[in-house]
């Protein structure tokens, strides 16, 4: 057992805190489970509360360019209210649902790039003090996993994942930030987009899929952005026409000829299915990508990332960027 150490607010000599997440990946809306081990510090102390915060890198786009940092977007309060003696070891067990909208990390067990992790808090006397990032796995759904493996199946290839602050105009999406996964064009739409970028937003029903082509540009036009959504239930995975289905959705992406609109941004028009918006005021942009693409074969949406980050040495570069800091704030108050 690995005791982390804490930020520091708490001063030398105070508890330390190490959080075991029970093994393997969950998926989204899932239950993540595990306990939070603590080793007591050099005196007794009151523990006012033991909180588990959800948090993500992610890329934004703003008119200056771009910023990245680590966004928490969920809390699950652990336990609190109790007195932690001098030297005592104590565990607690914990289990929470996870938002359905948590972006997935590994696709077939191979990484994605995507850095997700839970940050234990720990509340001391008025004090907050918050450990290590501990890394979160999170698998597809089915329904998510069957929409990839028809994509692999029709010759898209995996390139890279990244996650982006902002809305999904038209949509229902809960969290601030959206995952897009970039892939790369099957052979018979090579000539026709750059890449295939798709969006997942979870829900207990089903699934919003939003699909945007980056479409390439003729002699006389520009290339420009053309943007679709489609709802499938999580009990549609053991439809027999999947490839056909998701083929269908590809084609009506790229063959529609998009008017210029109220959603139009840099770059060309918009189009979003049934007159819903798509990306009003964050450009929709995907960030430097992690991953390069392996063949996409039978099985599926073959997955590698070379050269791919540790999420802990990710942490480390970015810091708290978006989260603010609190020991900051409390100085200028008291000044």
């Given at each position: 057992?690995?005791f982390?150490r804490?930020?520091g607010s708490?001063?030398?000599?105070g508890?330390s ?7 393997g990946a ?16 050099n ?9 588990l ?23 699950h309060?652990?336990a609190g ?9 104590r ?7 996870l ?13 994605l790039?995507?850095v997700l992790g839970?940050r234990t ?14 890394p ?13 493996e ?5 010759g ?17 999406q809960?969290?601030?930030f ?9 052979p ?9 970028e798709?969006?997942?937003l ?5 699934l919003?899929v ?10 006389s036009?520009g ?13 549609d ?5 999947r ?7 590809i084609?009506?992406?790229v ?11 840099a770059?060309?028009a918009l189009?979003a299915?049934?007159?819903h918006?798509?990306?009003p005021?964050?450009?929709?942009r995907s960030?430097?990508?992690?991953g390069?693409?392996?063949?996409a ?11 791919g980050?540790?999420a802990?040495?990710?942490?480390d570069?970015?810091?708290?960027f ?8 409390d100085?200028g108050?008291?000044?």
């Open positions: 057992m690995v982390k804490l930020l708490l001063g030398v000599g508890p805190v190490d959080t075991v997440l029970e093994p969950v998926t989204p809306g899932g239950v993540v489970a595990g306990q939070v081990h603590l080793q007591g510090g005196a007794d102390f009151a523990i006012e509360h033991i909180t915060e959800l948090v993500a890198h992610v890329e934004a786009e703003y008119d200056e360019g771009e910023a990245e940092g680590m966004v928490a977007f969920h809390q309060v652990v209210g109790f007195r932690l003696a001098e030297g005592e070891r565990s607690v067990p914990f289990s929470f649902t938002p359905w909208e948590t972006p997935i990390t590994e696709l077939y067990g191979q990484g790039g995507v839970i808090e720990l509340g001391v006397a008025g004090a907050k003090d918050k450990g290590d990032l501990d979160l796995a999170v698998r597809p759904l089915p329904a998510q996993e069957a929409i990839l028809a994509l692999g199946q029709l898209f290839g995996f390139k890279s994942a990244d996650l982006e602050l902002g809305r999904i105009g038209g949509t229902g809960q969290l601030p959206y995952q897009e996964i970039e892939l790369t064009p099957a018979r739409y090579a000539q026709r987009i750059n890449e295939l798709v969006t997942f979870a829900a207990p029903t089903g919003e939003v699909l945007e082509a980056d479409r390439r540009g003729g002699f036009s290339g420009h952005d053309a943007l679709t959504r489609f709802t499938v239930g999580h009990h995975v053991e439809q027999a026409d490839n056909a289905e998701v083929d269908g959705w084609r009506r992406l063959e529609h000829h998009a008017p210029d609109g109220p959603y139009g941004h770059g060309g189009f299915q049934g007159g918006g798509g990306h005021g964050d450009g929709h960030g430097p990508g992690v390069t693409a392996v063949a074969g039978a099985a599926g949406l073959a997955v590698g990332v070379v050269g980050m540790v802990a040495e990710v942490v570069e970015v810091g708290d978006f989260e603010g800091d609190d020991e900051e704030e100085e108050d008291e000044g």
